[in-house]
């Protein structure tokens, strides 16, 4: 396992932790996606360098965040794979796991009821959205990455991730528009 140099021992068993909790359901996920069980290494090992170089983006080791960002980032090695070798790209269901709602201590009943209705149509449509529009509204909305690393995580340019960006919110504004967003 290629683990970058650490800047201190408890990032090192951190890292060790991550590895030993979430190996096997991130092999589970690639084979899922692959369908060859070397190939599915492959892809956990690769995820896991890329999990070890973006380490600051996860708070603990067992919660549904950190769960739904190694599978991400697992299932978009494994999918870079897949699409290398010409195959057609399959789907991961397992993104939305967290209780999303919206507080602020500081604004009415009203206002705080009416943007937690707005974050669950949000959430909602966002779940319907293709892999590639729903893995960056994942990445940038609920991990708060920045455009460079969810190039990085993506392993795309950047004048892609614009132009997704701007697909993904064309689609989100119409379908809110539809919807009627409070």
Do not use: W
Request: one cysteine or more.
């Amino acid at each position: 396992m290629y683990i970058r140099e650490s800047k201190n021992k408890a990032e090192l068993v951190f890292f060790q932790k991550l590895y030993k909790q979430y190996h096997h359901l991130l092999l589970h996920c690639s084979f899922r996606i692959l369908h060859d069980t070397h190939l599915a290494q492959d892809a956990v090992q690769e995820a896991y360098i890329r999990i070890n170089n973006n380490l600051h983006k996860i708070d603990g080791v067992e919660n549904a965040r950190t769960r739904n960002y190694l599978v991400l980032i697992c299932s978009n090695v494994a999918k870079d794979i897949y699409n290398t070798r010409k195959q057609l790209i399959t789907s991961d269901d397992e993104l939305f796991d967290e209780d999303y709602t919206a507080g602020d201590n500081d604004a009415n009943p009203l206002d705080i009821v009416i943007r937690q209705e707005n974050l669950q149509l949000i959430v909602k449509t966002a779940k319907q959205l293709p892999d590639i529009y729903r893995d960056i509204f994942v990445l940038k909305f609920t991990y708060d990455c920045t455009n460079d690393e969810i190039c990085n995580l993506l392993n795309i340019s950047t004048a892609a991730l614009k132009k997704r960006q701007t697909r993904l919110h064309n689609k989100l504004k119409r379908v809110l528009m539809r919807e009627g967003l409070k």
